[in-house]
Every structure is written in C-alpha cells, then in structure tokens.
C-alpha cells in the first residue's frame, strides 16, 4: 500500500527551480568537455552514460588526459565539477518528479491514485542509479582508466536504462495528466499563481543559458590557440 503526502505546489516550484539553476551551471560545465579521440572533439555526458562499449568507455577518459595539457586540465575539472555538482541536482531532480506525482495522485480515484502514488516513491531507484553512476565515473577518471569486465558494463547499461526509464515514463504521464487537467478545467484557482511562477523559473532558465552559452566559434578559436588545430 503506498504512502500519500500532499504537497503545496510551492515545493515543486523551490524543486524544479533549483533543479534548473543547477542544470544552467551543469550546462557551462559540459562546454568544455573535450577528448582526443583521433582528433580534438567535444564530447558530453550522455557520451559517458551510453557508451558504445566499455573500451569506447574508457577512450573517451584517457583521450581528455592526450590533450594540450591547459585543455586537458580545464576539461577534467568541468567533469568532475558536473559529476559532483550532480549530487545537488539529484535531489532537486527527482525530487520534482516525486512530488508531482503526488500531486497528480491526490486528484485521481481509485487506480491512477495508487499508480502516480507508486510512480513517486519508484523515484527512489533513478536517484540511486544516478548516484552509482557518479561514483563508477569519477572512479574511471584516471591517465590509464580500467576496462571494465563484459559482467559489469552490461550492469552500467541496465542501471541507465532503469535511470532514465523510470523517471521519464513517470515525468511524461505526470505532466500529461496535469496538461488534462487544465484542458478540462479540474485546478484551483489558487494554483494559477503557482503556474506563473514555474513558467517564468522557465524564461529564466531560458536567458541563463542563452547568456552563459559559448558559440562554437569562440571554442574553436579556443582549441587554435593550443596550435593542435
């Protein structure tokens, strides 16, 4: 039987706020991640997390390390810096994800309302596969990175699949429901301030990353100075 909380809706805008704040600084991280994988490239943290194989794995680790040595040392700190920064987003994350579930729960009747209510606390396995993942990278984050065995690449990859499945069906079906209940008119009046509030974290959001965002010129002219390319 699962447990019911009904939140305000002022929590899931202090969560998804935090959870975009914290995805605009993981963003600047991720602009300067760069591997030498035949040549100079960019890579990004979706490259890590579903790797081709677990060799690739580890060619994208060692490559950061054959970099210029002022690039190389850049690029492995935005890595570390996002994978810790990471553990701040997780709870922000996921923790959004769990309490509009809830709230969804608490307007349904009879199956929805255990559904969504399941769907919240399941959210408990994506934040500890993310949390794992962290730990198996920043561990692989050496000059010689170790291949991992067949047994535990394949885990890696469950443990992925478990991550993002789990939390996007439960992310897709809460928002649409909530998306149906506005079409037919089932909200509170009281909510719409709420709704104004999440849609201008949203605007926010939106001019952070679009101040904070390097073109691809400024980079490329960053990687000519080290007079690799």
């Known amino acids: 039987m699962p447990v019911y909380i009904d939140f305000d809706w002022l929590y899931f805008c202090i969560f998804f706020g935090a959870a975009l704040l914290i995805s605009v600084v993981l963003s600047i991280k991720s602009s300067n991640f760069y591997t030498m994988h035949v040549v100079i490239r960019k890579f990004s943290i979706i490259d890590l997390e579903f790797p081709a194989s677990a060799m690739e794995l580890a060619i994208f680790i060692k490559g950061i390390f054959l970099l210029p040595a002022s690039l190389s040392k850049k690029s492995l700190h935005a890595l570390r810096d996002q994978l810790y920064l990471d553990f701040l987003f997780i709870p922000a994350a996921y ?57 535990v690449h394949n885990a890696y990859k469950i443990l992925e699949l478990c991550k993002w499945g789990i939390a996007l069906t439960a992310a897709v079906c809460s928002f649409a429901a909530i998306f149906y209940f506005w079409l037919v008119g089932m909200y509170s009046d009281n909510s719409l301030h709420f709704l104004m509030i999440i849609v201008a974290e949203i605007i926010i959001y939106f001019i952070l990353r679009k101040v904070t965002s390097k073109s691809e010129k400024e980079m490329m002219a960053e990687i000519q100075q080290t007079g690799i390319v």
């Open 95 to 151: 923790g959004s994800i769990f309490i509009i579930c809830m709230k969804v729960s608490m307007k349904m009747v009879s199956f929805g309302h255990g559904l969504f209510a399941i769907l919240a606390w399941v959210q408990l396995i994506p934040m500890l596969c993310d949390i794992i993942e962290n730990i198996y990278l920043l561990n692989k984050i050496r000059p010689e990175p170790v291949i991992s065995k067949p047994v």
